[in-house]
């Protein structure tokens, strides 16, 4: 894992854009695994802004609500429509969300697993984090091994997430359908981003706690490819930033970025 700490949000979205698509870039056809949230907004608009060409991408996105159809305008397909997919040339036949809205949930967390399988598997997977440690919508007692299926949300979750909801965290759906962590587990690299102090105490966890399923983030810790890139504030509770920033601002990989 490397843990990249820039000096605010912007610069962090920043690098989070240039690096997917530099991926993009060097590989037309990838699989991108996509998140959404108020973090990753910014990453997209920064992306449709760019000469990045997507017309020959796959992505696959983490969750979706249980009980939304796609045309409501919380759930994570207008999400995903309005931020990005309308906003870029990727052809819309290459995007996939799980569909919260089947009636056999089990069926459809089924089929997506096998859809992720027959693109070849995910190549890049973007996550985001939230503030009960969920990456996707993973909450905690999540299976490190657990694979795409149907997930009780928590209260901290759907207060989180009531912003989206008039600010009413009734409204934020219970359930949702998410890839599991053994399904993020799978992509050939995670890229996490967190910005703003919220987010200090369970970057900390993720990073340098225990791997346990009560902090469903902590699991990257296992991943041979991970990159957490955060704002100051959110890497303020980190303890070995001497460490990773000594990483950053010497590993030859990460020169182009330093500028
Ligand atoms: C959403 C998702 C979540 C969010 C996380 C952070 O697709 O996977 O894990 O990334 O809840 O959300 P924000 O950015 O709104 O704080």
Redesign the pocket.
Same mark, same amino acid.
């Given at each position: 894992m490397e843990v990249i700490t820039l000096q605010d949000d912007g610069q962090a979205v920043s690098l989070v854009a240039r690096l997917l698509g530099d991926r993009v870039r060097s590989k037309p056809d990838i699989v991108l695994g #996509?998140? !959404? =949230?108020?973090?990753?907004e910014r990453v997209y608009r920064e992306l449709s802004r760019s000469d990045v060409c997507f017309s020959s991408c796959r992505t696959f996105? #983490?969750?979706e609500y249980i009980g939304l159809d796609a045309s409501d305008r919380n759930s994570?397909r207008h999400y995903m429509q309005h931020h990005f997919f309308s906003q870029v040339d990727i052809d819309p036949a290459n995007t996939a969300v799980p569909d919260g809205n089947a009636n056999d949930l089990k069926k459809a967390a089924e089929n997506y697993e096998l859809l992720i399988e027959n693109a070849g598997g995910i190549d890049t997977q973007l #996550? =985001? @984090? =939230?503030?009960a440690g969920? @990456? &996707?919508?993973?909450e905690p007692l999540s299976s490190i091994m657990s694979r795409t299926r149907d997930k009780c949300l928590t209260p901290v !979750?759907r207060a989180?997430?009531a912003?989206m909801f008039g600010g009413d965290a009734t409204r934020v759906p219970k359930r949702a359908l !998410?890839m599991g962590v053994g399904t993020i587990l799978d992509a050939r690299e995670l890229i996490l981003l +967190?910005t &703003?102090s +919220?987010?200090a105490e369970i970057v900390a966890k993720a990073v340098e706690g225990p791997i346990t399923s009560m902090v469903s983030a902590s699991a990257i810790q296992l991943h041979p490819d991970c990159k957490v890139i955060v704002d100051e504030e959110a890497a303020a509770k980190l303890k070995g930033r001497e460490y990773y920033d000594y990483v950053f601002n010497n590993e030859p990989v990460w020169e182009k970025y330093r500028r």
């Open positions: #996509l998140a !959404t =949230g108020r973090t990753m996105n #983490l969750d994570y #996550l =985001g @984090i =939230g503030v969920h @990456i &996707g919508f993973n !979750t989180q997430n912003g !998410t +967190a &703003g +919220a987010k």
